[in-house]
């Protein structure tokens, strides 16, 4: 399609997309600069500490304590870490890697002759997450600046693709799930913590750009995840929503009580053995 040729309605959809990555990538380098000036609680500065938030979303205390301070930024809904069952030698990719917390515990079951690339679009974050990474000591950890909808990874080269509470930021989420089946190898996998959609969240609320880079107008239906995974390519896919969310969920807006509308949910999905081209 032509330049002249795109609908009002193209145009439209179009300009939503750039006015939502402007805000996700605007509000997590805020997060990422804020870790500069001493500001731990996940860049909002409201008086919870990233641990104590980390916690919550289901890291343990080892977890938490075998990784330097600065990587862990108590974001997310989840751990998906626990999740993936990762073994000694697996490649493994984190969409929206932020400063790296879930790279690191990545790495560290992985082992050396494991691999694990972070991919995030937050040019301040990327570079958060490198400086973290001597801290660390994590020799097999890359970060790689880009979007989720374009991975700036080779095609069937991961074993576990692994995300925390990212991939309803995208605008283009059927893009996301084909972007992951195309850089799986045959017989990989999706580990993912996320929000869905319990039921419909105000309109006001979901075409707000900062609600949607805030985690909370983004999430789709589960029966339109499902749709979108198969549609990519993906089998045995599984999503169970994690009651016990509500309650930090529900701390999300001081004004709207999100649990009403939204859940902590685990992914899961598996690229077929036989593998093949993405879907069209």
Same mark, same amino acid.
């Given at each position: 399609?032509?330049?002249?040729?795109?609908?009002?309605?193209?145009?439209?959809?179009?300009?939503?997309?750039?006015?939502?990555?402007?805000?996700?990538?605007?509000?997590?380098?805020?997060?990422?600069?804020?870790?500069?000036?001493?500001?731990?609680?996940?860049?909002?500065?409201?008086?919870?500490?990233?641990?104590?938030?980390?916690?919550?979303?289901?890291?343990?205390?080892?977890?938490?304590?075998?990784?330097?301070?600065?990587?862990?930024?108590?974001?997310?809904?989840?751990?998906?870490?626990?999740?993936?069952?990762?073994?000694?030698?697996?490649?493994?990719?984190?969409?929206?890697?932020?400063?790296?917390?879930?790279?690191?515990?990545?790495?560290?079951?992985?082992?050396?002759?494991?691999?694990?690339?972070?991919?995030?679009?937050?040019?301040?974050?990327?570079?958060?997450?490198?400086?973290?990474?001597?801290?660390?000591?994590?020799?097999?950890?890359?970060?790689?600046?880009?979007?989720?909808?374009?991975?700036?990874?080779?095609?069937?080269?991961?074993?576990?693709?692994?995300? =925390?509470?990212? +991939?309803?930021?995208?605008? &283009?989420?059927?893009?996301?799930? !084909? %972007?992951?089946?195309?850089? /799986? #190898?045959?017989?990989?996998?999706?580990?993912?913590?996320?929000?869905?959609?319990?039921?419909?969240?105000?309109?006001?609320?979901?075409?707000?750009?900062?609600?949607?880079?805030?985690?909370?107008?983004?999430?789709?239906?589960?029966?339109?995840?499902?749709?979108?995974?198969?549609?990519?390519?993906?089998? =045995?896919?599984? +999503?169970?929503?994690?009651? &016990?969310?509500?309650?930090?969920? !529900? %701390?999300?807006?001081?004004? /709207? #009580?999100?649990?009403?509308?939204?859940?902590?949910?685990?992914?899961?999905?598996?690229?077929?053995?036989?593998?093949?081209?993405?879907?069209?």
């Amino acid at each position: 399609m032509t330049e002249q040729t795109k609908s009002v309605d193209d145009t439209a959809t179009e300009r939503d997309a750039t006015a939502q990555r402007r805000a996700v990538r605007a509000r997590y380098a805020n997060i990422a600069t804020a870790m500069e000036t001493g500001c731990e609680s996940g860049g909002c500065c409201d008086g919870e500490s990233a641990t104590a938030s980390s916690a919550r979303l289901g890291y343990s205390a080892d977890e938490m304590q075998s990784v330097e301070a600065g990587a862990d930024l108590g974001l997310g809904c989840g751990n998906p870490t626990a999740l993936a069952a990762l073994t000694v030698g697996d490649t493994v990719l984190d969409l929206g890697s932020g400063a790296g917390f879930d790279c690191f515990l990545a790495a560290q079951q992985v082992g050396e002759m494991g691999r694990v690339i972070g991919v995030d679009m937050t040019p301040e974050m990327v570079e958060k997450a490198r400086d973290n990474v001597a801290k660390n000591g994590a020799r097999t950890v890359e970060f790689r600046l880009g979007e989720i909808e374009h991975l700036p990874v080779a095609d069937e080269t991961i074993d576990v693709i692994i995300s =925390n509470c990212v +991939i309803n930021l995208s605008p &283009e989420k059927p893009q996301v799930f !084909r %972007e992951a089946y195309r850089v /799986l #190898n045959p017989g990989g996998r999706l580990a993912i913590s996320d929000v869905v959609m319990a039921t419909s969240v105000p309109e006001s609320v979901r075409k707000n750009p900062e609600s949607v880079a805030a985690c909370v107008a983004g999430a789709s239906t589960i029966e339109n995840l499902e749709t979108m995974l198969a549609a990519a390519g993906f089998e =045995n896919v599984e +999503i169970t929503p994690k009651g &016990e969310s509500a309650e930090f969920i !529900r %701390e999300w807006d001081a004004s /709207l #009580n999100l649990s009403d509308y939204i859940v902590s949910a685990t992914i899961t999905g598996e690229k077929p053995e036989s593998g093949g081209e993405t879907p069209a």
